[in-house]
């Protein structure tokens, strides 16, 4: 169980498989935003067939409740797999090419996941990587009713500190998870997919060395941190790390979009070119 889902492991006697169930909780179920954002997770991860990213097989209601009927996954997010520390060069390696390559599948259908992070990671025993969790994506080809802009949407106010390893929706008016959220979706601009490559590369900078390119124990702290401060330079916390990894790092991690990769493809092919300067 989590904020905004409850999942069951669950059997499908029709097709005889193990499948998973995703209800939304039922405190959230008469609530139009919450109900939204489920409609647009469905929405977006039905659209996209791709090996790296959870597939969604049905939609339903029961005594008032929605759910979805979703692919069974076992295995651990990353942020669980990151818990232990750093990854290995090798298994850093093919996660993120993977995950560059479910992205470039979605941006290239339009839909921006504006929620990049490790606890949106699934990690499987065979170290498959697959997309979770597309409920804040920007969908260009459908703008809910009711909202101005698809990049401004009214969330509920979360109080207390947030921790370097939080994963929270920022209190106020934007959805995100503030150590990972690109400067345009901090100051509330239009996002598109250069957004989603920033998330990837905190992601990527805290998957080598163990820390959040961006820090401060709270939401605000860390998102004044994103928009003015510069990163510490990866190999300064891990030496061992590859110069053309850190490049492609850092180069996702520009605060202009314009100086930043343009697309997924453009930074699987800087880790593509890391992967042969090591073979």
Known sequence: ??????????????????????FLPREFSQDPQALERFKREARAASALNHPHICSIYDVGEHEGQPFLVMELLEGQTLKERLAGGP?????LLELAVKITDALEAAHSKGI??????????FVTPRGEAKILDFGVAKLTWDKPPGLSTPDQEAVPDK???????????????????????SPEEIRGEPVDARS????????????????????????????????????????????????????????????????????????????????????
């Not at 409850?6 to 498989?17: G, P, Q, S």
């Not at 921006?112 to 990671?121: E, F, L, S, T, Y």
């Not at 959040?212 to 916390?237: C, D, H, M, W, Y």
Request: with cysteine; proline share 8%.
């Open 87 to 91: 990854l290995p060069l090798g298994e």
């Open 159 to 181: 109080a207390g500190a947030l921790s370097h390893e939080d994963t929270i929706t920022l209190p106020g008016t934007l959805m995100g998870t503030a150590p990972y959220m």
């Open 112 to 121: 921006v996941h504006r929620d990049i992070k490790p606890a949106n990671i």
């Open 196 to 279: 989603d490559l920033f998330s990837l590369g905190a992601m990527l900078y805290q998957a080598a060395t163990g820390a959040l390119p961006f820090r401060g124990s709270t939401g605000p702290e860390i998102t004044q941190a994103t928009l003015n401060e510069v990163p510490v330079v990866p190999r300064k916390l891990r030496p061992d790390l590859p110069q053309e990894l850190e490049r492609v790092v850092l180069k996702a991690l520009e605060k202009d979009p314009a100086r930043r990769c343009q697309s997924a493809l453009e930074l699987q092919a800087g880790l593509t070119r890391w992967k042969l300067a090591r073979e």
């Open 1 to 22: 169980a989590g904020g905004m889902g409850e999942v069951y492991k669950a059997r499908d006697t029709r097709l005889e498989r193990e499948v998973a169930l995703k």
